[in-house]
């Protein structure tokens, strides 16, 4: 028997590393052998600690709300009588659990019956720690196959042809980036991940990278084989410290092993890659600002051209993609460019891992095909609203992102539909606010936070933000003007089309998608206080 513990971030926040001290020590009490091990973020954050049950020849159960308290009786009943506590069960898995699309579920719950999971995979069913576990479920299959059978364009022709766009948010074509780095004149050649996520309600790359360390490591060994790059970076913020241990370790695991560093599974391709961890500016998630971070220059982006494919890191040519972008690399190489395709809609490929969060009744992580409304994320998968409350508005694409409203529950996600309605995929952050949500206070909340990351490097954004700040704190204070609204309608377009950066470009969505849906909102402050 095996006792595993999700012991992720979500996980330890609450209570994980108390079950799993309480599970060893009943166990030692009982003088049992039983293997007690840990695991990542499920996606189930809303159920944690999640202690999984597998019995030998018995489906693997999933326990949700594990309390040290129920830690002997689950013991007692499903550890040594092979009953499971099904009052307690989340999920019940049947065989083999890698990977588990299309897990049967226990009743009620239909979390997983819409989801399907290619760079979650692993998330809650292996241990992140070990490269055997790694390897024993096809980890490293796509880098022996690139390594032994195929050239390096034919490695950016499978990733063309699988129609992946950069998961961090601006959707660019991945195989077509790749290309233009290859192609770049230069000896020298970098691979970054950006891991710098900061979106407030988003930790889709922090998941993966606790949850499946090595997917990211090995889609940026292919990517430096495909672009003629022998080493690599992975900027993670400070605050993902789990994050950042879990690296540690699967890059020294993978260096031991041969497949990281010099002469890689003995066929000659060196690749060093290096952690970097950011200082927790909002900003060096723009790539220029990134690059200028990792030369330990301070964290501000420049005007581009040139692009980091043509001058990047310390000059050279640089191909920068995010975590989820890196690690559906492997899937795709092993499975084929056209089976990633097949997923999603016309222009936007694949699967998406998005962070639920706010007033759902699920909150967790979930990977869904592209092209999936809405109204099944929020209803279906997440069970809608809290206590049953009506649903106001969905924030999409954290601070850069805008609030959609009822009437556009049914918009199929992919990037073209977003941007239409005025929000962006960005990094995959959503945010679910129901009928006590004040709108005008979310764009507050939302500028308030792009307001302090402005890196002040150009006028726009530097002045912008602050006085739009300034009209917004005006107008949840009672002391707003009608004018106020046409004023700050102005600047918000003035700032999205003359900011350096996509920060200052994208910080006013919130505004401008509020203004465009919840108008009455602003206008019911103004109108109320006089
Ligand atoms: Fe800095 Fe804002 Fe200008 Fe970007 S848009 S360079 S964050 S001031």
């Known amino acids: 028997p095996s006792l595993t513990v999700g012991m992720s971030t979500c996980g330890q926040a609450a209570g994980g590393a108390k079950v799993m001290a309480a599970l060893e020590e009943e166990i030692a009490r009982r003088g049992l052998q039983v293997d007690i091990s840990q695991t990542s973020c499920i996606g189930m954050c809303y159920a944690e600690p999640i202690v999984e049950v597998a019995l030998p020849g018995k489906p693997r159960v999933f326990y949700g709300d594990v309390t040290p308290e129920r830690v002997p009786t689950l013991v007692e009943k499903h550890v040594l009588q092979g009953e499971p506590v099904r009052e307690w ?28 999971r290619v760079v979650t995979s692993r998330l809650g069913l292996t241990n992140p720690e070990s490269l055997e576990e790694y390897i024993a479920t096809g980890g490293y299959e796509a880098l022996e196959k690139v390594l032994g059978q195929m050239t390096p364009e034919q490695v950016i022709e499978e990733i063309k042809i699988s129609g992946l766009r950069g998961r961090g948010g601006a959707g660019f074509p991945t195989g077509l980036k790749w290309s233009f ?3 770049a004149p230069g000896d020298k050649k970098y691979v970054v991940c950006n891991a710098d996520e900061g979106d407030p309600g988003a930790f889709m790359d922090r998941s993966v990278l606790e949850g499946d360390p ?3 490591i090995e889609g940026m060994t292919i990517a430096a084989y495909a672009i003629g790059a022998d080493e690599g970076y992975i900027y993670c913020r400070a605050e993902y410290p789990l994050a950042i241990k879990r690296l540690k370790m699967a890059i020294a695991a993978a260096g031991e092993k041969g497949l ?12 060093d890659l290096h952690i970097k961890a950011g200082a927790g500016a909002f900003v060096c998630g723009e ?12 964290g501000m982006p420049r005007v581009r051209p040139p692009f980091p494919a043509q001058q990047g890191l310390w000059g050279k040519p640089t191909n920068i993609n995010n975590v989820e972008t890196y690690a559906n690399v492997p899937f795709i190489i092993k499975n084929g460019g056209q089976w990633f395709a097949s997923m999603g809609t016309e222009k936007s490929k694949g699967t998406k ?6 007033k759902i009744k699920k909150t967790g992580l979930i990977e869904v095909p592209m092209g999936i409304t809405l109204r099944e994320i929020i209803f279906d998968i997440a069970g809608g609203i809290q206590d049953d409350k009506q649903f106001k508005a969905v924030q999409i694409g954290g601070p850069s992102g805008g609030c959609l409203p009822e009437d556009k529950l049914d918009l199929p996600v992919d990037y073209e539909s977003l941007t239409a309605a005025g929000a962006i995929m960005g990094s995959g952050g959503m945010v679910v606010m129901d009928e006590n949500t004040c709108m005008v206070d979310v764009a507050r909340f939302f500028l308030n936070f792009t307001q302090a990351e402005s890196c002040g490097k ?22 707003g003007r009608m004018e106020d609204l046409d004023t700050l309608e102005t600047l918000a377009r003035v700032v999205k089309n003359t900011a350096l950066c996509g920060l200052g470009q994208t910080c006013p969505n919130p505004i401008l998608s509020t203004l465009q849906y919840f108008r009455h909102e602003y206008e019911a402050h103004i109108k109320d206080k006089r």
């Open 260 to 271: 990281l560093g010099r002469d890689i599974l003995g066929t000659g391709f060196n690749f």
């Open 181 to 183: 780095t290859r192609q």
């Open 353 to 358: 891992v998005f962070c639920l969060t706010g």
């Open 89 to 116: 069960a989340l999920i019940q898995l049947s065989g083999e659990a890698t990977p588990y699309e299309g897990i049967p579920v226990m009743p009620g719950s239909t979390y997983y019956g819409r989801q399907v």
């Open 214 to 216: 090595f997917s990211v």
């Open 287 to 298: 790539e220029t600002a990134l690059l200028a971070s990792i030369e330990g220059r301070q």
């Open 458 to 479: 150009c006028t726009p954004c530097r002045e912008g933000t602050k006085r739009m700040l300034e009209i917004l704190t005006r107008i949840c204070e009672g002391e």
